[in-house]
Each structure stands twice: as C-alpha cells, then as structure tokens.
C-alpha cells in the first residue's frame, strides 16, 4: 500500500475543503476542534474477549459469545495497559477507558469475590489513569461466575440476589473513588442478562425482583460529583432468546420514574430498529444517556462499529440535539477474529469521524429550511452534504490531532503470534 499523501497535499485539499464548507456557513476548524472534544470510553473487554483476570472461567458467558481465535489477546494487566496504550495513540481526540469489575488485579494467588470488591482492587488501574490522564468508567460483572448460571438480581434465591446485590453496591462505590481519584464523573453501567431461551410463563415475578434489587442499589447515596448510573437494556441474548427481565420498556420506565440515566446499546434492539430517534424522545426525561457504539449483524450484537449510516445518524441526533454534555458515548463490541488492538483503532476512528461529519453539517441551514416549509430545499442540502469534502477534513483532524493519517495506522499494528 502506497503511503498517504504529503503533509503539504493533505493543506492543499484541507484549504480546498474549508471553502466548500464555508459556503454553507460551517467553520471547519471550529468542527474538528468539536470533535474531537468528546470523549470515547474504549472498552477494556476489547482487548481479551471478555475474559478478566479472575481465572475463573474462559468464556465471558451471560448471553454474550467473542467468536475467533486471532493470536494476541492480552492476558493481565500490563499488557492490557499496553495494547490499550497502543491504540491511544492512532486514535484522534478525548478518550476514556471503561473498566468491568472482572478485571481486578489482586496479588497472586488472592481470591477476591465480587460482593468483596473494594476500590483499592483497582489501584494499579487508577495510578494509570492518572500518569496517562485517561478518566475510567466502570461496569458490575454480572455474568462469568457460578452464581450467575440462572439468573443475577432477579433471581428466586434471595441470597443469590443478595450477593450481586453486594457486587453492584461495591461497583457503585469503585466507580465513585474512580471520579474522585480523576476529578470527573465516572459512568457505572449496570447490564444483567437474565433471561430465558423459551417461552417463561412468569414474566412479571423476575421484573419485580429486578425493581426492589435496583431500588435497594440505588439507594446508597455517592456523591454525583463523583459517578452517574446508567442502566443497559437488552431485547435478546444467546440462550434469553424468549424474555429478558431488563427489557428497554423495563428500564425506561425505570429510569424515567426514578430520574436514572439510560444506556441505549445500538445492537440490543430488532435488527431493523435504530436507536437515532430513541436520543430526542428519551432525553426530555431522564438525566442522561449512554450509548453503547456496536454494530448488530443476525444475532450478534457487538460487531465494530463502523463509519455507517447507524453511527452516523447517532452522532447527528446528538449534535442537533446540542446534547453532549448529557449523552456520554462508549464503544461496546469484542471480536475476537481480527487484531484486537487494530478492532479498537477501526471503530473509535470511525466513530470520531462520524462525530466530525457531525459537527461539519449546517444544521442551522437544514432546521431553516424545514421551518420555512420548503422540505424540498432540505432534502436538497442532506444529499448535497453526503459527498462533501469529509474526507479532507478527518485527514487534517489527525494531522493536527498527532495521529497517523489515512490506513498509515496499519503499520504500527505490532504482528502477532
Ligand atoms: C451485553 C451488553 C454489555 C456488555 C459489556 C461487556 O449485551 O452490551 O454492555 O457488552 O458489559
Ligand atoms: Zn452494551
């Protein structure tokens, strides 16, 4: 492959693409300096298929498969740290990075349950993200673990629900000393997957458990500073085909009556249905959202997201919506078929992109338009915007950003074995 063009071709075609855009009244220096503002909390689960580092089983479990064997995954801390470091550096932009309570670090041979978490499992995490001032978000791990074979919070056994209970109490307060320790809110997604394959003929007895769990959880008061709850819904998983217990409408109604913020995972709905539209008819509501960035494919849900027209219809709503300051946005895919550092570097490019072609639409131009009523005018400008000079812009954006430009990323993927 060819190497990207010059420093000083990728000026000329950026000067070519600022008037272009300046002819619909954007300022593209103005766009890329947007973009690149909003922080995207990488998934550490990306980098070792879900695994942890609790040893305690090899499969992720709980409705959710990594498919592939690509050599490289990382298999502790220090080389998760690494390959995490890696692809921060062919990524463009703010990013955090978002931790589940399965990848602990004890000392050897220390067996730590998950009810008996304390912030200080994390330490080694926290001193990181504070030498490479990347903030950390945190998740409960619900699944992988025998207690979690039935069912979590719904549970029939009450001390099974007591447990992870316990577990979701103790991620609420690693999360806290997380937004302490880095001086910002860290997000604490909470995602059960209970469910079941068939048909269940008790669907309400399972949601009522789930409620008082959640009320019992959510309870304990941690100063807001320091954390924001998000709650992740889902239609179906492998083997809770027939019913989840935390379904979007569960939720939803859920965090509307208890002011919650929500977690809108964009594989975890039909496979024809998109999440853009939920942003605007949600947000009204509820204090905040989460987006988990994947792409669905048949049954799969946690594909790389791509610069597709899903992604991009995301990171519109939220820019004509004016709402990043209330939508957090998180990668949420783990594809254990390809290089698992470059699958970090495709999707948070891709998105950043689409957060850029964001930030580059006149929206102001296209809302006009439709108040006058001439939607013919409006329609015109969206197809016109399609092949602008985008391109020429990302170029500069990572130009500017330090990054390698174009696919020159590629070559610093390290082969693995
Ligand atoms: C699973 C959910 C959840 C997980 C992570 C690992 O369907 O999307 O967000 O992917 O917690
Ligand atoms: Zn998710």
Redesign the pocket.
């Known amino acids: 492959m060819k190497p990207y063009p010059n420093t000083e071709t990728l000026e000329q075609a950026y000067g070519l693409a600022k008037n272009s855009y300046a002819q619909v009244g954007i300022n593209t220096d103005e766009a890329i300096q947007a973009a690149e503002a909003v922080p995207l909390s990488l998934q550490c689960?990306q980098g070792d298929d879900?695994r942890g580092f609790e040893g305690v089983r090899g499969l992720s479990g709980g409705?959710?498969l990594p498919t592939g064997n690509y050599p490289g995954r990382a298999r502790n801390g220090d080389e998760l740290r690494a390959h995490a470091g890696l692809a921060f550096s062919l990524i463009p932009g703010a990013k955090r990075f978002n931790l589940?309570s399965m990848y602990r670090e004890g000392k050897p041979g220390e067996t730590i349950d998950r009810d008996a978490l304390e912030p200080e499992h994390f330490h080694t995490w926290m001193a990181w993200s504070k030498a490479e001032a990347i903030p950390l978000d945190f998740?409960p791990t619900f699944f992988a673990h025998p207690l979690a074979e039935r069912a979590t919070l719904s549970h029939e056994d009450a001390e099974i629900r007591r447990f992870w209970i316990r577990h979701a109490l103790a991620a609420r307060r690693i999360a806290s000393a997380f937004g302490e320790n880095q001086g910002s809110r860290a997000i604490n997604?909470l995602?059960i997957p209970d469910g079941s394959k068939d048909m269940p003929a008790d669907r309400l007895s399972p949601r009522l458990r789930l409620k008082d769990a959640l009320d019992e959880i959510l309870a304990c008061s941690l100063p807001p500073h320091t954390l924001r709850d998000t709650l992740?819904c889902?239609l179906f998983?492998i083997g809770s085909e027939a019913y989840v217990v935390g379904s979007h409408e569960f939720y939803l109604s859920y965090a509307v009556q208890k002011q919650i913020s929500l977690c809108l995972?964009m594989g975890?709905f039909h496979p024809t249905e998109t999440i853009a539209d939920k942003i605007s008819g949600i947000l009204p509501f509820v204090p905040g959202l989460l987006i988990?960035f994947s792409r669905g494919l048949r049954w799969d849900?946690?594909h790389v997201a791509l610069f597709s027209d899903e992604t991009r219809e995301v990171c519109r709503e939220i820019k004509r919506a004016g709402a990043f300051d209330r939508v957090a946005l998180a990668l949420?895919f783990f594809d254990a078929s390809i290089h698992r550092i470059a699958a970090w570097v495709i999707g948070a490019r891709s998105i950043r992109k689409a957060l850029l072609e964001a930030f580059l639409e006149p929206t102001s131009l296209l809302v006009a338009a439709e108040q006058a009523g001439k939607y013919h005018e409006r329609l015109a400008l969206l197809e016109a915007l399609k092949t602008f000079p985008v391109a020429a812009v990302w170029d500069k954006l990572c130009l500017d950003a330090g990054v390698p430009v174009g696919m020159d990323w590629l070559q610093t993927i390290p082969a693995v074995s």
């Open positions: 689960w879900v409705g959710i589940h998740n997604n995602w992740e889902k998983g995972d975890h988990h849900s946690d949420d």
